[in-house]
């Protein structure tokens, strides 16, 4: 061999780096890696446990869910339904009772103007039932009951009729010996009923 040829030889033995590895180095990788096989069977594992082998039974799963939920949204419907239901009975009843409140105060004043024609009527001299002015008369108080009809206003009976204090209202009591006791004899002042309320008590005299 050359002398060149040795002084390239002994240059690649000085440019090869040292891989010579212990035996402790050797077994620590070996063991690193049985490590890293056994960790991933164990996720394997792991991930096949979550997923189940059976697809039928994942479907009913799902549907089972889907059912609890779909439950649970119509009660959740239900209950708002009946919710509204109620508030809307609740408002209807709040509207009627209040149009009512107005409307009974509007026909307590239009009472006396129907008390004032009867009395009126009353005044009236024999023979003048006739003219003008009394058929006048008799035509806008006809019209005014009319009315009062339509908005559910009728009058209270009374005369002849047993005392009772939820229709009426009694001003004095007299003796009469030819009716019964607690019957009345005479009407101050009609009563009027609003639908089934009482609009205004009738003033009557009681016979004792």
């Excluded at 058929?135 to 009062?148: F, P, T, W």
């Excluded at 609003?194 to 003033?203: A, E, K, Q």
């Amino acid at each position: 061999m050359s002398d060149d040829e040795q002084i390239k030889d002994t240059e690649n033995i000085e440019d090869t780096p040292e891989t010579t590895e212990t035996p402790e180095e050797a077994n620590a990788k070996a063991a690193a890696a049985a490590a890293e096989e056994v960790l991933k069977e164990e996720a394997s594992e792991k991930k096949s446990d979550e997923v189940s082998e059976d697809p039928k039974e994942d479907l009913e799963k799902e549907i089972e869910k889907r059912d609890e939920t779909i439950g649970l949204l119509h009660e959740q419907l239900q209950r708002q339904m009946a919710e509204f239901d109620n508030f809307r009975k609740r408002t209807q009843k709040e509207k009627s009772e209040m149009f009512d409140m107005g409307a009974t105060d509007i026909l307590k004043k239009l009472l006396p103007i129907v008390d004032n024609f009867e009395r009126g009527f009353n005044t009236i001299p024999e023979g003048e039932e006739k003219t003008q002015f009394a058929i006048g008369m008799d035509m806008v108080y006809k019209q005014m009951v009319k009315m009062l009809e339509d908005c559910k206003v009728t009058p209270i009976e009374a005369l002849g009729k047993e005392f009772d204090p939820v229709f009426h209202n009694a001003v004095s009591h007299v003796e009469k010996d030819d009716v019964g006791e607690n019957i009345i004899v005479e009407e101050y002042e009609k009563g009027y009923m609003y639908g089934d309320t009482v609009l205004r008590h009738s003033m009557v005299i009681v016979a004792n």
